[in-house]
């Protein structure tokens, strides 16, 4: 790795977002182990289990406080439309539903309270955190469609040919970035929809496996250093 690389990966690990993305890695690489070693070799599978527990617990754990980040994005975009606010209050309000629950949800599957309320407390925890990507994902495609009317807006703009392509490369960049945003919310959502309404799609362990992968690298990609 270069110079510049491990300089951006160190950059990365500092985040807690970046290590919260890593650690998802490891417990969803894991369940899909597990699911595909459960027929062969039960000491792999028995392993992968217990990687996948440790890392799924371990990320509750460091983000602890983090319920707190909805006061945050509601407070860094007081210049939103009304259509925009609303959408911003639910979002963040669902996140902020989703991260608080999630403290509970760890001390009962760590056994400091009742284990018998995690079942209930995933409930309210998985009901937050997906009405909140869907408010996210719908504010998201938004702005993607705005910032693609502001593209076609620069074509017939006055301004310097260099102007326009950095005004481009700026709206493109954000749009990217909304997308991948975009991806990571529809693949939790998929995850948070096997806790609410468990069913044989949802629940499969491809299927959370595949979008706990999706997830973690969409959020790994819009965390990179650039």
């Known amino acids: 790795m270069s110079n510049d690389g491990l300089d951006k990966l160190v950059i990365f690990l500092a985040k807690r977002d970046g290590i919260d993305k890593l650690v998802k890695t490891f417990q969803y690489v894991s369940k899909l182990v597990h699911w595909h070693a459960e027929s062969g070799s039960t000491n792999i599978a028995q392993r992968a289990k217990l990687l996948e527990v440790a890392s799924g617990l371990s990320r509750k754990a460091f983000r602890s406080g983090r ?36 403290h509970f949800l760890w001390l009962s599957r760590v ?33 993607i469609q705005k910032g693609v009317e502001l593209q076609k807006k ?17 709206i493109r960049e954000d749009m990217v970035m909304r997308l991948m945003a975009v991806v990571a919310n529809v693949a939790d959502l998929i995850i948070g929809v096997a806790d609410i309404e468990p069913n044989p799609f949802c629940n499969h362990a491809v299927t959370l496996g595949i979008s706990g992968l999706v997830s973690a690298w969409a959020g790994w990609y819009r965390n990179w250093p650039t």
């Open 67 to 102: 319920f707190l980040t909805g006061f945050n994005g509601l407070r860094r975009n007081p210049g939103l439309t009304p259509i925009m606010q609303f959408l911003a209050v639910f979002a963040n309000a669902g996140e902020m539903v989703y991260f608080f629950f999630d």
């Open 111 to 143: 056994g400091v309270i009742d284990a018998g309320l995690a079942r209930k407390i995933s409930y309210i925890s998985a009901f937050g955190e997906s009405l909140g990507y869907v408010f996210f994902i719908i504010s998201d495609f938004i702005m």
């Open 154 to 170: 620069l074509e017939f703009d006055e301004k310097s040919a260099e102007e326009v392509k950095t005004a481009k490369t700026k």
